[in-house]
DNA sequence: TTAATTTGACCTTA
DNA sequence: TAAGGTCAAATTAA
């Protein structure tokens, strides 16, 4: 996080096995899997795209959950048949880290958040997206946008045809926050605030 | 020496 | 058949 070639770090760790030009994209689409997909199976995916009009943003997408940090001991595998889309785009700025999350840098404020259905003929999709700004100040010369774009996707229900990514129900991954914006100890606040500001809605 | 990244080829799907 | 996704050998970094 903080720099213009790294997509934001989100606490795991991830192996680069791909990269793509993507049509109609300036920038490849990277295709990152967990460190530990052979040690514990893990089948964690994320696509990191930078976005052409905001070389800032970056769009990522995570694909079906970590098993590899459910224990320590003996990690899970989550049923098959469920697995989960989350699209994030959080902005990274040049140099300059987001501030970890303190009571006054949550000050500001989300400024808009809307859940939109995304509803087509004979598909399931649901896009739910909210944008973060975070004011820090002058601290750096001026404000700190973090924008946030969490997308869920429902295919069609049924069993798997052995692909991801549309054969099956997506639902909002809610116990990833942690993860994905609570690396280490940094305490706990992004997520539940986005969440806590969808349950306001 | 081991692990991670790069990158062209191959596979799958629409 | 084109585009997106994955594989795997070669390369690079730690």
């Not at 089948?43 to 990522?60: G, N």
């Not at 003996?74 to 501030?99: K, M």
Request: aromatic content about 8%.
């Amino acid at each position: 996080m903080g720099n213009l070639e790294l997509p934001p770090e989100d606490g795991y760790t991830w192996r680069k096995y791909g990269q793509k030009e993507i049509l109609g994209s300036r920038y490849p689409r990277a295709y990152y899997r967990c460190t530990h997909q052979k040690l514990y199976h893990c089948p964690a995916k994320k696509q990191v795209q930078r976005l052409d009009d905001d070389p800032y943003v970056f769009e990522v997408t995570y694909r079906s959950q970590h098993t590899c940090y459910m224990s320590a001991t003996a990690p899970t595998v989550p049923p098959p048949s469920v697995e989960e889309i989350t699209h994030q785009t959080t902005t990274t700025p040049p140099l300059l880290p987001l501030p970890p999350p303190t009571s006054a840098s949550l000050s500001g404020h989300w400024l808009s958040m809307d859940i939109k259905p995304k509803g087509e003929a004979g598909t399931s999709y649901t896009t739910t997206s909210f944008d973060i700004q975070r004011d820090i100040g002058h601290a750096s010369g001026g404000s700190l946008a973090s924008i946030c774009n969490v997308v869920t996707t429902g295919g069609e229900a049924g069993p798997s045809s052995g692909r991801f990514g549309r054969e099956v129900d997506y639902q909002p991954v809610v116990d990833m926050a942690d993860a994905m914006f609570n690396s280490g100890s940094s305490t706990n606040t992004s997520m539940d605030i986005i969440f806590s500001s969808i349950d306001d809605k």
